[in-house]
């Protein structure tokens, strides 16, 4: 889901906001503990993404953010390879409301097709919006509640959501939003970071049709859906005080990929590959911390 991919800004309540990042995810196939007996699987991920903070009041309690994104997945299964884009525009705000309660609310549109394409471009359009309930209980604890829509190509996909901000200790922090994703920090020295993430990233991408009228129903529309689950152990190395190197290595959970085609008729449905592998995984970001 897109939590897990971008926007982090939005929820501010986190010990820190990376204003540009950038990372690539490499998973090859018959590299996992589970799973093996599935064909050949190999995933990767580039990403990266702008969080622009335009604030609202002078005290920064109310925030614009705009935050474009690019993402690619190459999808290899057994010799067969799917490369599939996603674009994106997140624009959402961030509202104090009282001491206790602020509401963080954001709309995006997706333009996600397989590279190269070449059906009319509006069927490859998605729009979606969350809204989140943000819940300060003390100072060092921050609870969220809240929901997630998208038009996938496979359908409405609607999520609550459950998240926290909570600064444990002066060396420890546990925060996301769920079932989007969730990390645990510690801090080693001001340099230094390390910690384990879980995420989980479900999207669907527009795919060719050679001849969508081959069955007789012209409506035919093909798309390719990604259920990928990571827990993984990471690195955060502070080149400068906002430079940050970023390293983690993990092992998908539950990993599925989906073929599809909707239709007027009715819908067809597949699942092509669920081959869980290990991941490894490198970013750069530049990051203020606030906390």
């Not at 190509?153 to 922090?173: A, I, Q, S």
């Not at 998908?252 to 239709?263: D, F, N, Q």
Request: charged share 25%; net charge positive; proline share 5%.
């Amino acid at each position: 889901m897109l939590l897990a991919g971008c926007c982090p800004i939005i929820t501010k309540a986190q010990p820190y906001i990376d204003l540009l990042n950038v990372r690539y995810t490499n998973s090859p196939a018959h590299t996992g503990l589970i799973n093996q007996d599935e064909p050949d699987l190999k995933l990767n991920h580039f990403f990266g993404n702008i969080n622009l903070p335009i604030p609202l009041k002078l005290d920064r309690s109310d925030v614009l953010v705009i935050s474009p994104y690019f993402e690619q997945w190459d999808v290899g299964v057994e010799k067969e390879k799917t490369t599939v884009q996603g674009f994106g525009l997140p624009v959402g705000i961030q509202k104090k409301l009282n001491e206790k309660w602020g509401m963080t609310a954001l709309l995006f549109y997706r333009y996600n097709r397989q590279t190269p394409i070449k059906d009319d471009p509006d069927i490859s359009d998605q729009w979606g919006g969350v809204l989140i309930a943000n819940l300060r209980r003390n100072p060092s604890l921050v609870f969220r509640f809240g929901v997630y829509y998208n038009k996938e190509f496979f359908g409405h996909f609607v999520v609550p959501l459950l998240g926290l901000d909570w600064k444990l200790n002066d060396r420890n922090n546990i925060f996301g939003t769920l079932p989007g994703a969730i990390t645990w920090e510690r801090k080693v020295t001001g340099k230094f970071y390390y910690g384990m993430n879980f995420r989980a990233i479900t999207n669907s991408y527009r795919l060719r049709l050679e001849d969508p009228c081959a069955s007789g129903d012209c409506s035919q529309r093909a798309y390719l859906r990604i259920d990928e689950n990571q827990v993984g152990f990471y690195a955060d190395v502070y080149l400068t005080k906002k430079l940050v190197l970023n390293g983690e290595i993990g092992h998908s959970v539950l990993r599925k990929l989906r073929y599809g085609i909707t239709a007027d008729k009715g819908d067809t449905r597949q699942t092509l590959s669920q081959q869980d592998n290990f991941y490894f995984r490198i970013s750069t970001a530049y990051r203020l911390r606030l906390r």
